[in-house]
């Protein structure tokens, strides 16, 4: 059991290694009359995951951040060794950011020997990201249970670029009657347009201009959607198109419902453009609503 504080700027935050301890940090925290707010995360934090825990920070009187790299979710071809772990800066940002608690526990206590028990959901986990990236989405469901159980928190942030991943995770709250409220983040873009992803340091200059072909293809896809085109293979196509230009492998580029990851054809407004593909080494996802908000009124 390993437990320390990080200083920054006078900000102290709790790291704390130790499943029954952050468990029972969270019940204290409630039993306190506090909202637990909690931003599930495998570290390597970037703007989207601050933009988690600016909004629970904002929402809730106790904000828990949980880093883990889960090995349970990578295939055996993929990159769980290179995945990056900057322990120290992550933690010292979650103290800028006011976290009141880091959970970060290490692999063999969350996998100890003889782990046998996993979470299946069926039908929207077999395609795309799912149809991809066999087990995936097992390994995902499994921590994220086990993470529910460990963190009993009120409601739980996640981001919408990771909108196949929100899917299932809604539909296993839904299913397994967890009691926790589940808030989705819009995906934050660099300037350029590309989504922000622990995965874009893998990208050199060359691949990351490459890499703006996914959000390029998504938003023309969206004003030929708001032109008037309406089919499902014609969408697809164009994302298709821009991407392979762009130098990307397409892996997919689609018009899908956002809650059953069913195509839609023809697309309507409640629909979601998912594209992903790989730059180099480099496996990157995007989606885009087709739903456009109105401009907010200026007075
Ligand atoms: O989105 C992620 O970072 C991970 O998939 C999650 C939800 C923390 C589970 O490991």
């Not at 799912?130 to 499994?142: D, E, N, S, Y």
């Not at 293979?233 to 689609?254: F, N, P």
Request: hydrophobic fraction near 40%.
């Amino acid at each position: 059991m390993q437990q320390f504080h990080t200083v920054y700027g006078g900000a102290v935050v709790e790291v704390v290694r130790d499943l029954q301890r952050a468990r029972q940090a969270v019940l204290t925290a409630r039993a306190a009359g506090k909202r637990v707010g909690f931003v599930p995360t495998m570290g390597a934090l970037h703007e989207g995951h601050l933009s988690l825990i600016r909004r629970a920070r904002r929402e809730c009187s106790f904000v828990v951040v949980s880093i883990f790299v889960n090995p349970t979710q990578f295939g055996p071809n993929e990159d769980l060794d290179r995945y990056p772990r900057p322990f120290q800066r992550d933690v010292q940002l979650c103290a800028r950011e006011g976290v009141d608690l880091v959970f970060a526990p290490s692999p063999e206590a969350m996998y100890p020997a003889g782990y046998s028990t996993y979470v299946d959901v069926e039908g929207i986990t077999e395609r795309y990201e799912g149809a991809c990236r066999p087990g995936h989405f097992r390994g995902v469901a499994t921590v994220v249970t086990k993470l529910f159980h460990i963190i009993p928190a009120d409601v739980a942030y996640f981001g919408q670029k990771d909108a196949q991943q929100l899917a299932v995770i809604r539909r296993m709250v839904a299913d397994l009657n967890f009691p926790l409220e589940i808030v989705a983040c819009d995906t934050v873009r660099d300037p350029d347009g590309l989504a922000v992803s622990s995965r874009n340091v893998y990208l050199d200059p060359q691949q990351r201009r490459s890499a703006l072909g996914l959000s390029r293809a998504l938003f023309e896809a969206r004003r030929r959607f708001q032109a008037g085109e309406r089919s499902r293979e014609a969408l697809g196509t164009l994302m298709r198109r821009i991407m392979e230009q762009s130098g990307i492998a397409v892996d997919y580029a689609d018009v899908v419902d956002p809650e059953s990851f069913e195509p839609v054809d023809p697309a309507t407004e409640q629909a979601l453009l998912i594209v992903a593909g790989r730059v180099g080494q480099t496996r990157l996802i995007d989606n885009l609503p087709l739903w456009t908000p109105p401009p907010e009124p200026t007075h």
